[in-house]
Every structure is written in C-alpha cells, then in structure tokens.
DNA sequence: CATGAATGAGCATTCATTCAT
DNA sequence: TATGAATGAATGCTCATTCAT
C-alpha cells in the first residue's frame, strides 16, 4: 500500500482552466456513477469530459486525485448543506431539538447526491480518499462535543470528547449501513427515529427512559414509571 | 460491474493438491495485509504463495475468488472464536452480562488478525466475497434479536428486528472506527465499557439511568434523580 | 511453420490400449465438430474421452496428432466407402456410366459424416493434415487416368495423366466449396448433374455437344447442331 | 466459435498513425507468410512492425482484424489487377478471347503474391476475413454469370447462375491446387489451356468438340467426328 | 496550454507438457 | 500403465503515462 498522491498538480489561475477542471472532476463523478470505480480510468473520464488525456494529466496526477477531487467536492457540498440548515434552523429549546437537527442534517446530506455518496462510501475506501469524509465527521465530532458541553447540566456523561468520538462512530457506521442495506429505513424516518433514540439513550438515559414510557422513540409503552 | 464468479474451480481430493489450496489461500491473506487490495493480482500471489500460476487458476478462477476464499475463513475464525467464547462463558445471571459477553466476544473476533480485519472491511469491494462477512452480521443480528426477545419483559424496544439492526450496526461502525483510529480506547477497555451503555442505554435506558447515576458506565456521578 | 509430428506416439498393441486409443480419437472428432479446431485442446480431448492427459500424451504428441488421427481415420472410411460401392456397382456399359458412378461414390462418401467432413475441411488446412485427403484424391487420380487410359479411343484427351490431374482437381473444389456455400445443390442432385456433365464435356466434348443439345446435364435444348 | 469482431477500431486521421497501420498491416502479411496462422499473434505482429503492443490495439481489435485487414488488401490489389488487365485487353473477338482474357486476368492476379495468397486461401479460418475473398469471387461469378448471358446464343447451358457458380468454383479449385502441386503447369502455360478447354467444353461442348478434332486446347488429332 | 499517438509494464488466463505417485 | 497435480511459457489485452506536434 505505497502512499499516493492524491493532490492536484497544480491550480488553475485563468477562467479556461477552471472550466476545464470542473469537467474533468464533473466527468469523474458521472464516470463513477456509471461504471464504478475498477472501471474508472484516466483515459475515460478524459473521454468523458471532452477533454485529452494530456490536459487530464496537467491537473490531475492519476486516478487517485481525480476521485481525492470528487470526494472532496462532494464532501464540502455536504458540509454546506449541513452548515446552512443549521442555520436556518429554528432556535433550539432542548438539547433533544439540537440532536434532531444535527441528526437530520447528517442524513438529508448524504441524500443529496445518493448514488454518487454510495459510490464513495463502498468502493472508494481502498483509496485514502475517505480521510475527507472523516475529517467531516471529524468536524462533527467537535460540534457534538461542544454540544455535549454545552448541556453539561442535563447531560450524564463525564467525557465529552470521548463521548463524541462514540456518538459520531456509532452514527456513521449506523447510517453507512443502513444506506447501503436498508434504505426502506432511512426513507421512512423510521432510521431517525432510532438514531436520536440511540444518542440520547446514550447521553442522557433518564430522559429517554422517561420517553420511551411515554412510547416515544418507538419505545414501548409501559405502565409503571421507569428507573427506580 | 459484471457477475463475477467467486466460487472455487474444483474442490482439491489429493493431499497435495490440499496444501497447494492453503498456500494460495495463506499467501492472498499475506499480499492483502502487505499491499492491499488494487494491488493483488494472481500472478503476485502465486509467487508469493511459491506456486504456479496454472495451479492456481486449476482452483480459483480469478481474483474475486481469491479474496472470497480468505474471507470465508476469516468470517470462519471469528464465528468460530465467538462460539467457543460463549460456550465457554459462565452462565450470565443477567442481561446484562449477556450483552457484555457479546461484545467482549466480538471485539475479541475482531481482534485477532487486525489486520487482515481492516483490510477486508476497508477494502475489499461489495462483491460476493463480502456477502459471507454480511452473513456474519447477519447471525450477529439474529443472536441480538434472540436475546432480546428473550428479555423482553425488561426490554423497551418494539422492534426487535429492526433494534437488532440498529445496534449492531452502531457496534460494527464503532469497533471498525475503534480499531483504526483509536486503539487506545480499545486496548484500555473503555472501549467495551461504552459500548456496553450504548446498547443497554438504547434497550433499557431506565436501567441506565439508575446505573449511569451511580457511576457505572462512565457516567457522571449525581445526587438526585436526572430527566427532567 | 515449423514441421510438426503428427505421427502417433507407439501402436497400441493390447486391447485395452487399442479401447483407450479409440476413445480419444472418437473424443477428438466430436470436440472438432462440437467446439472446433481453435477450442481444441489436449486436456479438453482427455476430459471428453474419459482419459486422462497422461494416457493421451502416451499414444499421441500433441494436438496435431490427434486431429491427424482423426483425419486419417476419416479418409479411411471414406475410400472404404468408394471402394464398397464401386465393388457393389453393376458392370458400366458406357464411360458414362463409370464416371457417374465414381461422382457419386465421392459425393456419397463426403456426406457420410457431413458435419465433420466440414470442420476437416474448413479448418484443418492449417496443419499438414489435408495430405491424407490429397493422398486420397491422388488416389483418384490415378483410378481417373486408368479409366481415361481404358477408354482411350473415345476419349479425346492426348494427356492422360495431366486431365486426370486436371479432373480431380477440379470436381474436389467444386465439391468442397459446394459444401461449404451450396449443400442445395448437393442435396437436390444437381451438383452431381453438372460434376457430370463437367467432366464428361472435358473428356468427350462431342458426345456432351450431343447430349447437351438432347437437353441432357442441364443444357439447353436446341434444334440444329451447335457450333460451327 | 462465437462470432469475432474483425472491423478495425479507428481509422487514423493523422499522418503519423497511418503509417502506423500500414506497418502494421504489412507486418501481419509478413508474419503470416513466415510463420502461418496459428503462430501469429498480436505481439509478435507489433514486434515485427517496430510497434507497442498497445499502438496495435488502438487500430485493430485482435488478430482476426489483423488478418481481414492483409485479406482485404490482398483482395482489392487482385481485384485492380484484373481491372486494370481487363480494360487494358485488346477488344475481344469471339467469347473464347473473353474467356481467356479472364482466366489469365485470375492466374496472374494469383500470381502476384503467391505465398500469401496460398497462405491465406489455405489456412485462415473461414472467419468474416474470408468473406472479403468470397466477394472477390462472386465477383467473378457475376463477371462469368454476365458473360454467359451476353453470350447465350452461342452458349448452350440453362442456368446461367448455377453454371457460373460451377465454372469458378471449379477452376478456383484447380488454380489452386496447381499452384501448390503443379507450378510446372503453371509456368507452362498449359494449365491455362486446359482450364480454357474445361470451361469452353462445359458452356459450348459443341464448339470444343470441333476445336478438340482440330488439336486445340489438347484434345487429340483424330479423322472422323467424335463420339457416337 | 491542448492534443492524442505511442509506449510498455503488467495483469488475467490458457494449455501443452511433464512426472511423481 | 494410468493418473492428474503442477508447471510456466506464451497470449491477449488494458491503461497510466509521456511527449512530439
């Protein structure tokens, strides 16, 4: 597994260059898509963009960067969506709403350009490409932790960031899975639903052994009261 | 993305021809580990197996094959490993106890050829070779379903199945993370700690809410009752 | 174009060899016919013939010996087929007769076993082995110039041995490429119609300008004598 | 036997790569000719042409394209050959002038490159490269099958097809077979005479049956009339 | 800067052939 | 003799990469 370069060759000043580099990452995107990432080839995806290898080659040192490209692009989209729904997003009242939302936005994310994010999630990790996607989660790691902090009060955890560290893993791994195996649950809400059981389970337990009586978080309506 | 044949030619009858099968299967787990999955090729594990490449094609029909076989004995080991765990397991009073054998026991799995794990998870494409690890996770999830049917007078999920999906995903995504990134946190136990109050936090938060308050779990010690 | 043996290793002298020998040539025949010349090989003949390599390799050096067999013994049943029949034909009156039936006997012979006559033909060129079947049609040859030699005084031919040649030569290419593009002329008799009147316009010009103007060999019916 | 692709891939725009080709295709003549069919291949056809392996699969998709492509040159040169014969013969007199216009116009056109021309005939499987021969000789059959019909008072067969069809076949064959076993014949002229005879007696027996009593085409001197 | 022809190392795969059992 | 596992040279073919135009 000798390191590879995944770093543009170089970036391009004028206008006609840009143009060019966007087709180039555009047409690997399409290409990864269509064909799959064994199927990707330098000499393809210049095809593809209408491009000459030899321009191909000027920005791009290999198959490698041109995917380090896609996934970088895809990954920043990500991060802006997130970043603006966050935004925009009501004032949160409880630490229950702020999960929802960062919950929601993680999810709506990697449904915006599905087939392209199942195609970076499965095939790509053999590159080193996937660094991108976890230094996202990475910066989600600090929101969560600075969230966690935030709530000291209510929160029952005594190490925020390795607290976050297990939130955001069990999260990922959670959502990766259910992309790829079972969307009927992300389609439903139903995935939502038991993430934010999950995490708030997880941070605060006496809050959600309360709800899960009342029969929310689809838990099971009990008579007594929970805990004791 | 075409079908691709993973099963192997012809089952070997001779004792020669059985030691030539395990070389072959030995030396793709060794050129996986060492150069990682694009760069494996049959003709780089035949040499490296100390075989030709005619015996090797005489029982793997490519590459695909290659790996499958490797990962049918890994996935093997582990199931293997976990069984015998289990069996030899003091009687769990509690399920609690349950639960902490399971993961005790798939971490361990986990653990054993880290390695070769990572790489497997990592890199081998979602071909048909990865389905038997699927298969794995698979039986994890009926186990988990099994258990918490089971303890179902103290469980507050409605769904097993989908509860079953959910946590073991979230524990698959967490360990895989874990291993890569944190090895700390695994090899100091904390690791099987959190997990631990993330599963029961999610079937039985009212459970956790008291043990979380009385410090286990890595939760924070406090005086009166929380929620609120 | 190296020389290549095409000679059979060693004469199988016991019965079971000669049972072994058999089956491989009976195997390399239906592999020629079922799969072709290209498709052919030494292991697959083997397989087919319930044998294995090493048994082959004893009796046969490699491939080109095997469809030589096969050709040999091809050619072998075809001239016991002519011979059969010209034994068996009621005593010719007229040259006529003995052309006719000596087309015939040809014809015949090639349709005995079409699909493999084909292969032989169409694809075996490559290798030395058409010699056989040349041998075979030299044969002819000299049948053809003994009955040229035997009608001498009808036959308006000053060489012999040259129209013999000639003959022969002609009526193989018309048969095979009949075969090969035309097998309805071959089937409804009038390939042998015009082999006939083919040869017999060759050797006795004025007895076909008689014929032919009676409308006999497919010529056209005319009232006064042709030519001039 | 699946079918083969034998189109070339690209036709070369720029200067550079049409030498290219043209190497390459001359190399393949030259290998074909040294070494025959079965030893040809890709690599050493780009050997030989001082070409990379990979310049010859920009052009030709394997090496049934190569050979199509030697084919169709071989056969378009016969054809100009005969073409260039034809129009440059002095205007034929009597149908006997146009006949043996024709059959020197094809032996020669043989005559050109004959090792070639032998090797192709013998040896290239009756793949889609042959078709490129098999329009070269139809071809000939309409040229014959025309020849008839401007010739039909004189000509005494029926069916103009099916004799042109005899007619070429036939002497295709002989051709053939004298340039491999006969070229004394060849070089001597008389194969040309008897094909002559062979033709004429088949179209106009009448007229050859005359002509044979005069000692033309090498019919013997005899007193009376033939036949009886 | 752009082009695309040319390169050739490298991979998958087959198959004639040998030889220990 | 028979077996069939093992061999490895040879083939077809791709594709990242370069460089003259």
Redesign the interface.
Known sequence: ?ARIRTAPRKSPTQQRSRATVDAIVDATARVLVR?????LSTNRVAKEAGVSVGSLYQYFPGKEALVAAVMEQHASRMQENIAERMKNAPPAATPEDVATEMIRAMLAAQQAEPRLHRVLV??V???GALRRL?ELFGNYELLVEAWLLENSE??????AR??A??LV??????V???T???PD?VASG?LEE?IL??VL??V???????A??DGRY???K?KGP???
Do not use: C, K, T, W
């Open positions: 597994m064909d799959g990432y064994d199927a499965e095939q990790p053999r590159i976890h209510r929160i029952e955890v005594q190490d390795m607290a560290f297990v893993a069990a999260v990922e791994g959670l990766n899975r259910a790829l195996d079972r649950l139903r038991q059981r999950l389970a997880y605060v337990p006496s809050h959600v052994a309360q899960s009586a689809g838990g099971r009990r929970a805990g004791g």
